[in-house]
């Protein structure tokens, strides 16, 4: 996640293929975008937008999930969240 921390679009773009879905579920107690992102582009954006929302005590990681690519939350080094990209 060292691309979205930095804030380096390009790299972040050559993370996702072209037909990327974005879903997410705030479970109602945080905001989250209403409707799935679609596309490299605008899941790039939306991520850097809101990565000043995340507290600085979230350590992500880039990882395989179930062969897939995806994203672990960590909060004081225990896995709190795993997201399929």
């Given at each position: 996640m060292c691309d979205l921390l930095s804030g380096d679009t390009e790299s972040?773009?050559?993370?996702?293929?072209?037909?990327?879905?974005?879903?997410?579920?705030g479970g109602g107690k945080v905001k989250a975008a209403r409707k799935s992102l679609y596309g490299a582009f605008k899941t790039t954006r939306f991520l850097?937008?809101?990565k000043h929302k995340a507290p600085e005590m979230?350590?992500?990681r880039?990882?395989?999930?179930?062969?897939q690519p995806g994203i672990i939350k960590y909060q004081k080094d225990v896995p709190l969240l795993c997201n399929g990209l």
């Open positions: 972040l773009l050559s993370l996702f293929t072209h037909d990327v879905a974005l879903s997410i579920d850097l937008v809101v979230f350590m992500y880039l990882a395989h999930i179930n062969g």
